[in-house]
């Protein structure tokens, strides 16, 4: 199924406006209003998830698959292949699918209830990504990670999966001190789907769950949600 929700969100985003590879979306100020349009009817709207109408129950389903730009969609597939394989392995195919899903809606929606207010769309499946985070560190804390450092000319060093992925969410953490309502990074999203992750797999794995796996690939950063 990892490789099934890339696919599938790579299809969603190709046939979508912000790809630019749909010519009937048109250019210009007509393309960015078809975006601004689509994002809107599929993603996260949060004034409209409590006080519209019941069909925006949804929107935190949809938009998981929708991304708002090539390099918000390649960020967050990099980091679902990475890490998504070796959890999909531990968890099975239906229960990683539910997971997956269940776990992105609910950081959507964690975050549209402490922006209650906020008219922007929010799209993408970061909060879904950062869940695969949290289970994965819970299960292989000990797989080592090939991290690229910006501050050491993107070197790449590799470390424990308990160093890697607490430091990330650490700089979420304080991105997310530092963020503003209007458009941007969702970093709160990021947070509530990786507290999440953790928080499932430690109480539906136990203890006994967690095993010491081969090296594991991996890759630094992400983009948006």
């Known amino acids: 199924m990892t490789y099934g929700l890339i696919v599938l969100c790579g299809l969603v985003f190709a046939l979508g406006p ?28 949060p004034a409209e998830l409590f006080d519209g109408p019941a069909g925006a129950a949804l929107t935190p389903a949809t938009a998981l698959f929708v991304h708002g730009s090539w390099v918000h969609l390649l ?45 922007q769309s929010l799209v993408g499946a970061s909060g879904a990504v950062s869940a695969v985070l ?3 560190l819970y299960l292989f804390p000990r797989a080592r990670v090939t991290s690229l450092l910006p501050f050491l000319f993107f070197l790449p060093l590799r470390f424990p999966a308990w160093v890697v992925l607490p430091s990330w ?24 789907g990786f507290g999440l992750g953790f928080g499932y797999a430690w109480v ?4 006994t769950a967690r095993v010491k796996p081969s090296a594991a690939p991996v890759t630094e950063g992400e983009r948006q949600p």
């Open 169 to 192: 969410a650490a700089l979420q953490w304080l991105a997310a001190g530092r963020a503003s309502d209007g458009p941007g990074v969702a970093y709160l999203a990021h947070l509530v």
């Open 18 to 45: 912000a790809s630019g590879l749909v010519p009937g979306y048109g250019s210009g100020d007509a393309l960015l209003a078809a975006q601004r349009t689509y994002f809107r009817h599929w993603g996260v709207v």
């Open 134 to 136: 949290g289970a994965f």
């Open 75 to 119: 960020g967050n597939m990099l980091f679902l292949f990475v890490f998504g394989v070796m959890t999909e392995e531990r968890m099975g195919r239906v229960e990683f699918t539910l997971f997956y899903v269940g776990c992105g809606y609910l950081a959507l929606l964690g975050y549209a209830a402490a922006n209650a207010a906020s008219e």
């Open 204 to 207: 539906r794995y136990g203890r």
